[in-house]
């Protein structure tokens, strides 16, 4: 598609549950970008893959964070037991050439992720 | 770490009147990319900036690229209330993730 698709928009999930997210970037971009922001506006990166590989995943919380990208399926990033502090906008983007810096990161509209 | 300081946190103007957003690093950035956000939606890119002293215009929006590559600013001329929004500044490095400023919160007036 032409735009980066993530789902669901929204996500209420009890604190401990597992919350799963889903990101389908532009077709052709090979590059995908997680990101989290939360109060205050800050982004902060989280993990990006090239194609299925994991790029770069020196931001991903060691504990209860995963992510994936598998050949046609949406990419996704998953938390296990699900904290209060996990409540953020989970962002994703891709680019079409992501080892360069210089090129623009188209971001999804996000995922709202509230834990109650 | 890389971080990047952006200022002012909140703006609040009446229409017409000009405003600079700055952004703050001691440290170099490969490129500077500049998004604006409205509620509820994803960042929406407005420019890149590559190369240090890089000016470029996107019509009543000027974005300059410090010399040394470690700071930019974004100024708006006669702004209007189509301009509110979160203006975020972002720099790029090597391995091509984004650093985030604080983002700047833009009110205008009519």
């Known amino acids: 598609g032409e735009e980066v698709a993530q789902t669901p928009k929204h996500l209420v999930r009890g604190e401990g549950q597992k919350a799963k997210l889903y990101c389908a970037p532009i077709k052709g971009h090979s590059y995908v970008f997680w990101y989290q922001q939360v109060l205050k506006n800050e982004f902060k990166f989280l993990i990006s893959f090239q194609n299925e590989n994991v790029f770069d995943e020196t931001g991903m919380p060691k504990e209860r964070f995963s992510a994936k990208c598998l050949p046609n399926s949406p990419c996704s990033l998953e938390i296990q037991a699900t904290k209060l502090e996990d409540s953020a906008v989970y962002f994703c983007a891709s680019s079409q050439f992501g080892s360069n810096s210089n090129q623009p990161q188209h971001f999804g509209d996000g995922t709202r992720l509230s834990i109650l | 770490t890389q971080l990047l300081e952006q200022s002012p946190q909140f703006l609040s103007i009446q229409e017409g009147e000009n405003l600079t957003v700055y952004c703050n690093s001691s440290s170099v950035f490969s490129s500077l990319q500049w998004y604006r956000q409205e509620p509820g939606e994803g960042p929406v890119l407005l420019v890149t900036v590559v190369t240090g002293g890089e000016v470029k215009k996107l019509k009543r929006l000027t974005f300059q690229f410090g010399d040394a590559r470690k700071d930019s600013s974004l100024h708006i001329t006669a702004a209007q209330p189509g301009d509110t929004g979160l203006y975020l500044c972002?720099?790029?490095?090597?391995?091509?993730?984004?650093?985030f400023g604080e983002g700047t919160q833009l009110t205008v007036n009519p």
């Open positions: 972002a720099g790029g490095t090597s391995g091509s993730r984004l650093t």
